[in-house]
T-cell receptor, first 113, second 110 residues
Framework: SAVISQKPSRDICQRGTSLTIQCQVDSQVTMMFWYRQQPGQSLTLIAT?????????ESGFVIDKFPISRPNLTFSTLTVSNMSPEDSSIYLCSVEGTGTSIIFGPGTRLTVL | RKEVEQDPGPFNVPEGATVAFNCTYS??????FFWYRQDCRKEPKLLMSVYSSGNEDGRFTAQLNRASQYISLLIRDSKLSDSATYLCVVSSSGYSTLTFGKGTMLLVSP
């Protein structure tokens, strides 16, 4: 199965700034996704990163706040823009696994002060 | 009603015990079911898919009850290394419909 790496693994940021998270996969994949896991909450899908077109965002998430790039079949970035403390969370990149399961990257732990 | 509900636990069991978790889901159109395991400060990892006929993988047994809309995970002969949070995941159609429960924490003690 695919191996996913994410950078940075963690960061502490000031409110009002932006952070770009990178996701690299060791093989070409069709589907890439970005999830958020807030403390004590379930994993929530932010968007599907589409290669060559705009990402597909889930309800409650917008492109201005979470711009996503997907320049090829092995790489994607998620930017968390104009951050506030409420954006403190773990952000996880994921790709298709077997059947309709998915494989997660190691995550980026973000703290916004 | 929440889409996927799990008892958050923690379930505290001694080594060698048998423990079972249930998960209920609200969408009767759900087609795919999974159990993921998440260790502290790590990403979730697929433990097993859940099939209509039930399935077993070593010490782990998963079952699906469509009529009552729940899935279960049974762990036999618990090991210390089984300590983790177990996430129930349900999907109606495709990756974007994957819905995660908040997880059940299991603590296995010596």
């Amino acid at each position: 199965s695919a191996v996913i790496s994410q950078k940075p693994s963690r960061d502490i940021c000031q409110r009002g700034t932006s952070l770009t998270i990178q996701c690299q996969v060791d093989s070409q994949v069709t589907m890439m996704f970005w999830y958020r896991q807030q403390p004590g909450q379930s994993l929530t899908l932010i968007a599907t990163a589409n290669q060559g077109s705009e990402a597909t965002y889930e309800s409650g998430f917008v492109i201005d706040k979470f711009p996503i790039s997907r320049p090829n079949l092995t790489f994607s970035t998620l930017t968390v823009s104009n951050m506030s403390p409420e954006d403190s969370s773990i952000y996880l990149c994921s790709v298709e696994g077997t059947g309709t399961s998915i494989i997660f990257g190691p995550g980026t732990r973000l703290t916004v002060l | 009603r929440k889409e996927v509900e799990q008892d958050p636990g923690p379930f505290n069991v001694p080594e060698g015990a048998t423990v079972a978790f249930n998960c209920t889901y609200s969408n009767s159109a759900s087609q795919s079911f999974f159990w993921y395991r998440q260790d502290c400060r790590k990403e979730p990892k697929l433990l097993m898919s859940v099939y209509s006929s039930g399935n077993e993988d070593g010490r782990f047994t998963a079952q699906l009850n469509r009529a009552s809309q729940y899935i279960s995970l049974l762990i036999r002969d618990s090991k210390l290394s089984d300590s983790a949070t177990y996430l129930c995941v349900v999907s109606s159609s495709g990756y974007s419909t994957l819905t995660f429960g908040k997880g059940t924490m299991l603590l296995v003690s010596p």
